[in-house]
T-cell receptor, first 113, second 116 residues
């Protein structure tokens, strides 16, 4: 069965510092991978996606992620974090022909001013 | 990106009553919509997949008679929590798949259900 692991439950960074959120997946076929962000009491907003091709994908709000098949990873990065980036971040894997999303447990990002 | 509207955003009801939550795709047609449940500080758990014009597919452990799903049009799916009890209190989120965007699900803002 497929699974997504986000090893870090909480991460705190200073505003302006760089950020990397880790995501590892387990799936027997080519994965469709996503990063979503959720603000408190809100739904999920898509940051970026990987389907195929270039393994470094660019998303909204200055985020990027790199797919590494050998490490089964899809880590999210941002060069300089803004206070407004504080939120919950979810990595997700699409299976079942893209129908079903399996989510990681999420990483709560806190930004110190 | 595509917009999914979910209503209401917050509902409080008495135990034993039923609550209906609506999920609408505003600028695209969605043959498939999804309903998730999220407990505090936890991830999203898929409850069911809603297909326009056919019966919903429920995940293992989800009570079909408790969580009624209707997907009568290409832009609207509803989730009805029947005979709600306090343990049904949760955050419910819908998503809709935009075929024009491939395998991308766009999410509503969620509904906070509190059953007294």
């Amino acid at each position: 069965a497929q699974s997504v692991t986000q090893p870090d439950i909480h991460i705190t960074v200073s505003e302006g510092a760089s950020l990397e959120l880790r995501c590892n997946y387990s799936y027997g076929a080519t994965p469709y991978l996503f990063w979503y962000v959720q603000s408190p009491g809100q739904g999920l907003q898509l940051l970026l996606k990987y389907f195929s091709g270039d393994t470094l994908v660019q998303g909204i709000k200055g985020f990027e992620a790199e797919f590494k098949r050998s490490q089964s990873s899809f880590n999210l990065r941002k060069p300089s974090v803004h206070w407004s980036d504080a939120a919950e971040y979810f990595c997700a894997l699409a299976t079942g022909g893209g129908n079903k999303l399996t989510f990681g447990t999420g990483t709560q990002l806190k930004v110190e001013l | 990106g595509a917009v999914v509207s979910q209503h209401p955003s917050w509902v409080i009801c008495k135990s034993g009553t039923s609550v209906k939550i609506e999920c609408r795709s505003l600028d695209f047609q969605a043959t498939t919509m999804f309903w998730y449940r999220q407990f505090p500080k936890q991830s999203l758990m898929l409850m069911a997949t809603s297909n326009e014009g056919s019966k919903a597919t429920y995940e293992q452990g989800v009570e079909k008679d408790k969580f009624l799903i209707n997907h009568a049009s290409l832009t609207l799916s509803t989730l009805t929590v029947t005979s709600a009890h306090p343990e049904d209190s949760s955050f419910y989120i819908c998503s809709a798949r935009d075929l024009g965007q491939g395998n991308i699900q766009y999410f509503g803002a969620g509904t906070r259900l509190s059953v007294l």
